[in-house]
């Protein structure tokens, strides 16, 4: 079983930046494929950003060139720049092993208001 938590989220004004942290209880995250997801009100979760086992990462259109996904060795990061209202959703970090080690973190709200 792996733990995953998340934190960094929060109420931040339109064009604000806030970085994101899922803390995991693996001792190495090499090799491993894992991402960041939201879930808007009303709305179905989606990728915003992902790496890829071989380390290459991919973005979402509507975030590219606003967030950057990285990790260290037990910890993974979203940092997103010009935030804006459209963002706010719960954001979850998920590190998917293999189909049936698939892990989900419980969640860390991002609220863009004025």
């Known amino acids: 079983q792996v733990q995953l938590v998340e934190s960094g989220g929060g109420l931040v004004q339109p064009g604000g930046s806030l970085r994101l942290s899922c803390a995991t209880s693996?001792?190495?995250?090499?090799?491993?494929?894992m991402g960041w997801y939201r879930q808007a009100p009303g709305k179905e979760r989606e990728l915003v950003a992902r790496?890829?086992?071989?380390?290459f990462t991919a973005y979402a259109d509507v975030v590219k060139g606003r967030c950057t996904i990285s990790r260290d060795s037990n910890t993974m990061y979203l940092r997103m720049n010009n935030l804006q209202p459209e963002d706010t959703a719960v954001y979850f970090c998920?590190?998917?092993?293999?189909?049936?080690?698939?892990?989900w973190g419980q969640g860390t709200q991002v609220i863009v208001s004025s």
């Open positions: 998920n590190v998917r092993i293999s189909d049936e080690a698939d892990y």
């Open positions: 693996l001792s190495t995250l090499t090799g491993i494929p």
């Open positions: 790496i890829r086992a071989g380390g």
